[in-house]
């Protein structure tokens, strides 16, 4: 008989430190919650445990809500891999570009009290919005041929991200020029980040193209021109204060920096590590419109019910239903990835195209650092995921809506 080795006993521990911390009852009732198997929303729980304890995420807060009820409300595994501090529910995590659909919601309230048309030129309200020049090869750089846009940069398209601009993460030098003197350069507040930014050449003519872009950077200066506020204190008095997100802001208060959760990322040896360089979490000047928010799941869920709820919640109007309506149509035709893009979301336009479970009319959005939701009107379900995992892999963003969607087995 072979004699037990250290790593035996390792080995040992590891499953059953695995068994005790995070596995799931194996007795789990087939019951429902609103519609959604017990049974089969373990399968998402386990998938969640598996990738913890294999190392692949530190930990994740999901969230689960349907037809006005919690489904689903956890928190798994750790907050910090390295200091092995238990995930909560409460934790606060970078969500990076889910910043982008409170920006819109935000933005598209000024557009309500009547102070631009969608169709207006940037260039009416931002004097500098004139005379863009279009890259010949992005492969060249900031400093290759231009040629002059063919048309001026309209609000519609800041929303749709048609305007032309990109976000530096496409891999082409010009992206990489891009993303280096807009993010890593330093900036002292929006207005210079979007300076910066249109001197620079875009990638496309407006309108020609969908491109992920720094567009929403720009509706944030607008949104201070049009308010004469900074966009965090706009953002405070208009949103996060009626739905009572106290959580949420561009920078974690002092008292509250033991629930943050650092990114992490795969080291060179394959191992889950916390990254060696976080994004600061205060004195933050730069209010962005395409990253740049703190947030938790709890509030975050606050913000996607007020949506689904047609810009009502807490007894206040934050948005007229036709405007929610008119975000979460398709805006672009058909240059959006098969599907649609409305003011600020993804929307699900062909269920049968995008080759996965889903409703058409869903609308969704997700995070640099591996934060992810989607709001579907036809089945009343929103539904968050949350960790804090780079680079960007959106396998986690669809294995998520695969396991929620499959759990559901009663419809509306």
């Known amino acids: ?59 994740a807060v999901s969230y689960i809500y349907r037809n006005g009820r919690i489904v689903q409300k956890e928190a798994y595994g750790y907050s910090s891999w390295e200091a092995k501090e238990p ?67 309209t609000i519609h398209q800041l929303l749709t991200h048609t305007a032309g601009f990109t976000h530096g993460i496409g891999g082409t030098t010009l992206d990489n020029e891009i993303a280096q003197a807009i993010y890593v350069e330093p900036q002292t507040s929006i207005e ?91 004195g933050n000047m730069v209010y962005g419109g395409t990253h740049g928010l703190f947030s938790t799941a709890d509030d975050y869920m606050k913000f996607c019910r007020m949506m689904l709820n047609g810009g009502k919640a807490n007894s206040k ?15 672009v035709g058909d240059l959006y990835d098969g599907q649609g893009f409305g003011l600020g979301f993804g929307i699900t336009t062909d269920v049968a195209n995008s080759k996965a479970l889903g409703s058409k009319g869903a609308f969704y959005w997700s995070g640099a650092y591996s934060t992810y939701f989607f709001i579907d009107p036809k089945e009343d379900l929103i539904a968050i995921l949350m960790t804090q995992v780079q680079p960007y892999s959106n396998y986690y963003g669809k294995k998520f809506s695969q396991f929620v969607y499959q759990a559901l087995v009663e419809e509306n």
Do not use: C
Not at 18 to 43: A, H, K, P
Not at 192 to 207: A, E, K, Q
Not at 225 to 236: I, R, V
């Open 317 to 331: 109007q934050l948005l007229s239903p036709k405007t929610v309506e008119l975000m979460t149509m398709n805006q």
């Open 192 to 282: 210079s980040r979007v300076n910066t930014l249109i001197d620079l050449p875009l990638i496309g003519n407006p309108g020609e193209q969908w491109h992920y872009s720094a567009s929403p950077d720009v509706l944030s200066l607008l949104i201070e021109h049009f308010s004469g506020m900074t966009t965090a204190e706009f953002l405070q008095i208009r949103i996060f204060d009626p739905l009572d997100m106290k959580d949420t802001g561009y920078n974690i208060p002092v008292n509250d920096k033991g629930r943050w959760v650092p990114v992490h990322n795969i080291s060179e040896e394959g191992k889950l590590i916390n990254s060696k360089q976080q994004l600061p979490i205060e």
């Open 1 to 59: 008989m072979k004699k037990p080795t250290y790593s035996d006993f390792q080995f040992l521990f590891l499953l059953f430190s695995f068994v005790f911390t995070f596995g799931q009852s194996s007795t789990v009732s087939d019951e429902t919650i609103s519609g959604f198997s017990e049974i089969r929303l373990d399968r998402y729980s386990k998938f969640l445990n598996t990738e913890i304890a294999e190392g692949r995420i530190p930990g």
């Open 87 to 153: 995930m909560q529910q409460d934790n606060i995590f970078h969500i990076m570009s889910m910043t982008k659909p409170i920006i819109s919601a935000a933005f598209l309230m000024l557009y309500e009290e009547g102070y631009f048309f969608l169709t207006d030129p940037v260039s009416k309200y931002l004097p500098q919005f004139k005379d863009f020049k279009v890259s010949i090869d992005v492969n060249k750089g900031i400093n290759g041929a231009t040629v002059p846009a063919k048309s001026e940069i």
